[in-house]
């Protein structure tokens, strides 16, 4: 049979498992790829204006076997439900604390994902997801041309969004050489159908850890992928990256 194996040790399955969540608040689905480097997994939402990965590289796991022809190029992918994924971790402070270690594998012919967790007091867990195969998930961008740059505490800037309503769908980032602006907007209904600024939040650019600016730039972007990254970052205690343009084009937020 075809498959990729992996093993995640315990000290990774915290990770592991908050990057599935995280994923799960973006998209529908998840694709897994099995590459050379490591293990992909991306989702895309709905409406196809937001894309994320996570790659897990070869070091992350105790065992890494990418399962393929040493005459083929092709790797191995496959597209399961989010929430087949997301009820695996779903207890996942319990996992943290007993679990040593976590196989997974990937088997093309029997179209199975499976997940076994090695516990304490010789326990073992068993979870088959059935799956479909698929092609390459993957956006097209650059990051590297991005002419803007701010790196910052996953924590400071936790607190900047949870100024904002839950609710509140998009939010604009107006970036100056000096400073940065965040501001939340509602629809006026009356006849003139403009836009009112509701709340704004501004900092200074040595509150972040990298702030570069090329361009004044002011650009709107979703909230709910921001604050679904932030949950992951703060998780693993590492800072986020937003590197963009201008209107229009992607806002790419990494974690390096």
Same mark, same amino acid.
């Given at each position: ?105 990937? %088997? *093309? &012919? +029997?179209?199975? !994902? /499976? ?10 867990? @068993?979870?088959?997801? #059935? ?35 839950? %609710? *509140? &769908? +998009?939010?604009? !980032? /107006? ?10 907007? @509602?629809?006026?209904? #009356? ?66």
């Amino acid at each position: 049979a075809i498959r990729m194996k992996c093993v995640i040790p315990g000290r990774c399955i915290r990770a592991f498992g908050k990057a599935i969540q995280c994923l799960s608040k973006i998209g529908d689905e998840l694709y897994l790829e099995a590459t050379a480097d490591g293990l992909a997994m991306k989702t895309v939402n709905p409406a196809r204006s937001a894309y994320a990965c996570f790659i897990f590289k070869k070091t992350f796991f105790h065992v890494y076997q990418d399962g393929r022809d040493a005459s083929s190029a092709e790797t191995l992918k496959c597209k399961i439900t989010v929430k087949s994924c997301t009820s695996v971790f779903r207890a996942l402070p319990t996992l943290e604390r007993t679990v040593d270690h976590c196989k997974l594998t990937l %088997n *093309l &012919e +029997e179209n199975k !994902l /499976v997940f076994v967790f090695y516990c304490k007091h010789g326990i073992v867990k @068993t979870h088959n997801l #059935g799956f479909q195969e698929c092609e390459a998930l993957q956006a097209v961008y650059s990051k590297d041309l991005c002419p803007n740059r701010i790196v910052g505490n996953s924590k400071v800037l936790s607190d900047v969004v949870s100024n904002f309503p839950s %609710n *509140l &769908e +998009e939010v604009t !980032l /107006v970036a100056e050489p000096d400073k940065a602006r965040l501001r939340s907007y @509602t629809e006026d209904d #009356g006849s003139e159908n403009t836009r009112l600024a509701v709340s704004e939040i501004s900092l200074v650019a040595a509150e972040f850890d990298d702030y570069r600016i090329g361009i004044d730039t002011s650009i709107t972007f979703c909230l709910k992928e921001l604050r679904a990254v932030l949950l992951f970052t703060e998780a693993i205690n590492h800072a986020l990256s937003l590197k963009f343009e201008a209107a229009g084009r992607p806002v790419v937020i990494s974690i390096d």
